[in-house]
């Protein structure tokens, strides 16, 4: 009996002091984004948050969600800051009083992307004639189907070709997921797919530079991503560390920093070009 | 082929070489399941017995939603501790979402019936003759319920395993309240899920191998405590 208690006892000190460095988190100074998966899936987070940190001295902590559940994230005042990428949807979310000090700070551009042997043969084609002949030869097309922005941007060009929302279809897959998973989805079902070119080069170089899904449709007009931040509302969410998130958009559209975004490159290319003004 | 190899390979190389991502994700899992399982010990170990021990109007009814609970699936926990501890909810300025301890919690909720459920059937599988036997042994009845706790020490171990076992490897909580922040939140299992999903296995196998480890071992020490007490 006095042995079970004496062990139990033993199990709770451990699991106690398990614990312990937990509370070391709480003390240092932490800011908590929600972004899209493209800035989380390529590494750029990774690569900005410790110069950020040693800049500033604080912990940038994101989690990686679509645009869309990025936005409402912001709403329920849950995080400070946000990173996104689907600009009319920023500007209601600003407009509506949720969001404020909203900055670009880069873009890229989306391609559609898709298997070698091309069998919808959308390759070079323009975003419209390519989706209707997806649509026509019903080859598979992965959609994030996340209310994310590159969902957001997908859907605009299916209506903007005169189509309207692909929805329970059988070449239509939405995968709910983010965009290197997403990716990974369509090169195993052979499907077509839109994506941002970061994210793109990002499946290039896991892919040792040789994938098998390749761009087949790039350079429109319309295609552009641009990426922007923008502050949790302060007084709607008095919770929020709206002063860590204003030094972050400060450091984020510095000269300095603009650079660093800037040489950050993957195979030798850009996968996110600065543009703050 | 090859990349299967090719992943066990970097997996050994990771655990090895002691790189610090593929270890704050293990010292996160850790953290947070000796945080649910200590505090579902604590409040689970003496429902159970009174469940299991004591008779009373309504114990067969409860008996059957605790078995209920036994199938919670853990998304539906994650969504209702998510709905409670966002900002917007009720419990919002807690700040819980996003943390450590905001899993902790969600993940006793899950494992809370585990340990009642299995309590309370070890001690009410107690031999008939026990209560009689100690009672004519000259125990009183504090002494005599605290008897049958310790009578039913295996089966309150087995809860405790079984626990373990389902916070240590759940995912559905760990992703929607913990939100698998990097060096923050980011568990095995929400690691591997991500890995996966990004293609890219070696962390997902080397995750996957600790997984297996860490159940092997906590199983294992309980193998000892149940031959010494």
Redesign the interface.
């Known amino acids: 009996m006095q042995k079970l208690c004496a062990a139990f006892f033993l199990f709770l000190l451990a699991a106690t002091l398990a614990l312990l460095p937990v509370t070391g988190y709480a003390e240092e100074p932490v800011l908590r984004m929600a972004t899209t998966t493209s800035t989380d899936n390529t590494g750029l987070l990774d690569y900005l948050a410790p110069v950020f940190q040693h800049d500033t001295g604080i912990e940038l902590q994101w989690v990686a969600v679509g645009t869309g559940k990025a936005l409402a994230l912001g709403k329920n005042c849950d995080v400070d800051i946000l990173m996104v990428h689907a600009p009319s949807a920023e500007l209601k979310f600003v407009n509506g009083g949720y969001g404020t000090d909203r900055r670009e700070i880069m873009y890229n551009d989306f391609v559609i992307i898709g298997p070698r042997s091309d069998p919808a043969g959308i390759k070079g084609k323009s975003v419209d004639d390519a989706l209707n002949r997806i649509l026509k030869k019903g080859v598979i097309f992965a959609s994030r189907g996340d209310d994310s922005g590159t969902n957001k941007k997908e859907i605009s060009l299916w209506e903007a070709a005169g189509l309207g929302i692909p929805d329970r279809q059988n070449w239509y897959i939405q995968t709910g997921q983010g965009m290197l998973a997403t990716i990974t989805i369509a090169e195993e079902r052979d499907a077509y797919t839109l994506t941002d070119r970061g994210t793109y080069i990002k499946y290039e170089v896991n892919n040792s530079g040789d994938p098998p899904l390749i761009i087949l449709v790039e350079g429109n007009e319309g295609l552009k991503n641009q990426y922007s931040v923008i502050a949790v509302n302060q007084e709607k969410c008095p919770s929020v560390r709206y002063g860590y998130a204003l030094k972050f958009i400060e450091w984020i559209t510095s000269d300095k920093t603009q650079k660093l975004i800037g040489n950050f490159t993957m195979l030798g290319k850009k996968l996110f070009i600065p543009n703050a003004r | 082929m090859e990349y299967i190899a090719e992943g066990f390979a970097t997996a050994i190389k990771l655990l090895v070489r002691g790189d610090p991502e593929t270890y704050s994700a293990i010292f996160t899992t850790?953290?947070i399941s000796?945080?649910s399982?200590?505090a579902a010990l604590v409040i689970g170990i003496p429902l159970g017995f009174l469940l299991g021990y004591y008779q009373f109007p309504g114990k067969r009814q409860i008996h059957a939603v605790v078995d209920t609970l036994l199938a919670l699936p853990t998304v539906v926990v994650g969504l209702f501790v998510y709905v409670l501890i966002?900002?917007?909810g009720p419990l919002?300025?807690l700040?819980l979402?996003?943390t450590?301890?905001g899993i902790g919690i969600a993940q006793t909720i899950l494992i809370l019936p585990i340990v009642i459920a299995l309590t309370a059937t070890a001690v009410s599988n107690l031999d008939v003759r026990f209560r009689r036997t100690v009672l004519t042994l000259g125990a009183g009845k504090k002494r005599t319920a605290?008897t049958a706790l310790?009578e039913s020490?295996y089966g309150v171990i087995a809860a405790a395993v079984a626990a373990y076992g389902r916070a240590i490897g759940e995912v559905g909580v760990s992703m929607m309240i913990g939100?698998?922040?990097?060096?923050?939140t980011r568990t095995i299992t929400t690691a591997i899920a991500l890995e996966t999903?990004?293609?890219?296995f070696a962390m997902g196998i080397a995750l996957g191998l600790v997984l297996l480890l860490l159940a092997f071992v906590v199983n294992w020490i309980l193998q000892i405590?149940k031959r010494?007490?």
Do not use: A, C, E, T
């Not at chain 2, 939100?179 to 923050?184: R, V």
């Open positions: 850790l953290r000796s945080l399982i200590m966002s900002r917007r919002g300025s700040g979402l996003f450590i301890p605290v310790y020490r939100g698998n922040i990097k060096w923050h999903g990004k293609g890219q405590m010494k007490i």
